[in-house]
């Protein structure tokens, strides 16, 4: 009976997908840096997750498939608002140039901070300023947490990329943070002409 299919629907959404609807909206907030579209695009998120719901395989990844809706609708709407793509071609070759540069202990703990919400607004202010989708990677791994593999299937790119769009992202995050960051005190010691530089 159609009754019981929607009192079905309702009890999954209510079930699986309505505890999630704090975590959407931080991500939403980190994506639009805007409360007013945030709280949009998370309900925009949860209108088009409940119409779909019988695509959603109950007892999988609610959360990573309500984020795959919520970056599919920003992206979306972040495309009409665009005149033009967004150019990363100078970040693109400065990452080639660079090695892998967060496999040093100072490089991980710096990041670590970072993400423990310890260095104010100056984060938040530098996360959005990154292109769309390096802040989308950023966001999925650093803050909410999301596996290589579950990035992968919410973003529709492979591993491989997700890896080089984190990589790519979070050096371009370090550069944006490295002036505020030394003036908490840390230490660039990779710089050959900090004068911090630890001898």
């Known amino acids: 009976?159609?009754?019981?299919k929607k009192s079905e629907r309702d009890e999954i959404f209510e079930k699986e997908l309505l505890p999630h609807v704090d975590a959407l909206t931080t991500f939403a907030f980190h994506l639009t840096y805007n409360e007013e579209d945030a709280r949009d695009l998370v309900q925009d998120t949860f209108l088009k997750a409940y119409k779909s719901i019988d695509s959603y395989l109950e007892g999988t990844n609610s959360k990573a498939w309500l984020f795959k809706i919520l970056k599919n609708a920003y992206i979306n709407e972040y495309r009409k608002k665009s005149k033009r793509p967004t150019e990363v071609d100078f970040d693109d070759f400065l990452a080639y140039l660079e090695k892998d540069d967060l496999t040093n202990p100072g490089a991980q703990d710096f990041r670590m901070d970072v993400f423990r919400?310890?260095?104010g607004d100056e984060v938040t202010i530098a996360i959005n300023s990154l292109p769309v989708d390096f802040k989308t990677?950023?966001?999925l791994c650093d803050i909410e947490e999301f596996t290589y593999e579950e990035i992968s299937k919410i973003t529709d790119i492979p591993i491989g990329t997700v890896r080089s769009r984190l990589h790519r992202g979070r050096k371009m995050l370090r550069d944006k943070l490295k002036k505020y960051a030394m003036t908490l005190?840390?230490?660039d010691l990779k710089s050959p002409?900090?004068?911090?530089?630890v001898k």
């Open 1 to 4: 009976m159609p009754s019981n």
């Open 117 to 119: 919400n310890q260095m």
């Open 137 to 139: 990677v950023i966001l």
């Open 185 to 187: 005190g840390y230490k």
């Open 193 to 197: 002409d900090d004068d911090t530089k």
